[in-house]
């Protein structure tokens, strides 16, 4: 929530032990009204998903203004309207590619925030990096704010489009299997070392900036969080054990494939995309795990009523 008062918000202390404060949501639980101890009342916009008891606040100070936030004791409850097993494979052309059974693919475009956003962080470094009279000044300071309130605001983007795709897939479809990938070997460094320069390190540079565009760290924990929120299930597979961009969906055989080969041949001769394949791989190996664990359960129900 943000705060909107003419109160001098630079009074108040920072995540401080024993602060009193009281919160009065308005109606919906939508905007409402702080009181802090020894600072006065002001007014809060926002609206909280899910109404409960607050039990913590922080505010804090971010580059383009004062913002509250809540700690609510709740039961949260997320609607899901499908039960669909649905194989997910993230990637930077398209964010994601889904596929729900044989043939059967959906994708989830990405939106190249970063891209959008490029020239006016740009203007903002170029302004902050010019010559200026001392790091005090009123320049300085305006283009500190600029660049602050600009990457801020990619930042929001970011987490607006990550949490309205999560909340979708969690709605549409019961059971998502993905890979559990590593965002810190997948951006690693090109450049080597000394002894052992790297390669194609300007590439390897631009392509991690596509990476962390779309936060895929961030984005795999929203999907997991809404899944049990929706009574539902996020399956993660080992890529290097399982290698779905590597493996047929057909007949199961494994090829490697370099980076730059975007296509897939079926046994059939049928062509599909590369993401496409290993997102059908994914729904296999989902069916596999899911099959198992029904005949475990099974096999123990079996027990129990014998015994």
């Given at each position: 929530m943000t705060l909107d008062s003419q109160v001098d918000c630079r009074a108040i202390g920072y995540k401080s032990h024993g602060d009193g404060f009281r919160f009065e949501p308005g109606a919906n639980w939508r905007h409402g009204r702080l009181r802090l101890s020894g600072i006065g009342t002001m007014r809060?916009?926002?609206?909280?998903?899910?109404?409960?008891?607050?039990?913590?606040?922080?505010?804090?100070?971010?580059?383009?203004?004062?913002?509250?936030?809540?700690?609510?004791?709740?039961?949260?409850?997320?609607?899901?309207?499908?039960?669909?097993?649905?194989?997910?494979?993230?990637?930077?052309?398209?964010?994601?590619?889904?596929?729900?059974?044989?043939?059967?693919?959906a994708e989830v475009e990405n939106d190249r925030l970063l891209v959008k956003a490029q020239d006016g962080l740009k203007v903002a470094q170029r302004e902050l990096s010019r010559p200026l009279r001392g790091k005090?000044?009123?320049?300085?300071?305006?283009?500190?704010?600029?660049?602050?309130?600009?990457?801020?605001?990619?930042?929001?983007?970011?987490?607006?489009?990550?949490?309205?795709?999560?909340?979708?897939?969690?709605?549409?479809?019961?059971?998502?299997?993905?890979?559990d990938l590593s965002v810190k070997n997948m951006?690693?460094?090109?450049?080597?070392?000394?002894?052992?320069?790297g390669k194609n390190v300007r590439q390897k540079a631009g392509l991690?900036?596509?990476?962390?565009?779309?936060?895929?760290?961030?984005?795999?924990?929203?999907?997991?969080?809404?899944a049990e929120e929706a009574a539902g299930r996020v399956i993660l597979v080992?890529?290097?054990k399982h290698r779905p961009s590597q493996t047929d969906p057909v007949s199961g055989a494994v090829r490697k494939k370099a980076l730059s080969e975007r296509t897939h041949i079926l046994?059939?001769?049928?062509?599909?995309?590369?993401?496409?394949?290993?997102?059908?791989?994914?729904?296999?190996?989902?069916?596999?795990?899911?099959?198992?664990?029904?005949?475990?359960?099974?096999?123990?129900?079996?027990?129990?009523?014998?015994?």
């Open positions: 809060a916009r926002g609206e909280a998903r899910t109404p409960g008891r607050v039990v913590c606040a922080d505010i804090q100070r971010k580059a383009d203004g004062w913002f509250l936030s809540l700690v609510v004791e709740c039961e949260p409850h997320r609607e899901r309207i499908g039960d669909s097993v649905v194989g997910l494979d993230w990637g930077v052309e398209t964010m994601a590619t889904l596929c729900t059974g044989p043939m059967q693919f005090r000044s009123k320049r300085a300071a305006r283009a500190r704010k600029l660049l602050a309130r600009r990457s801020r605001k990619l930042a929001n983007r970011r987490k607006d489009r990550n949490h309205k795709t999560t909340a979708r897939l969690v709605r549409d479809h019961a059971v998502i299997i993905t890979e951006t690693a460094s090109a450049k080597g070392t000394a002894e052992r320069p991690n900036r596509a990476i962390l565009d779309t936060a895929p760290g961030s984005w795999l924990s929203l999907l997991t969080s809404k080992d890529p290097r046994p059939d001769g049928q062509v599909i995309g590369r993401d496409q394949a290993s997102a059908w791989v994914l729904w296999n190996i989902g069916q596999r795990i899911l099959g198992e664990e029904r005949a475990r359960s099974i096999v123990t129900e079996t027990f129990a009523r014998a015994a």
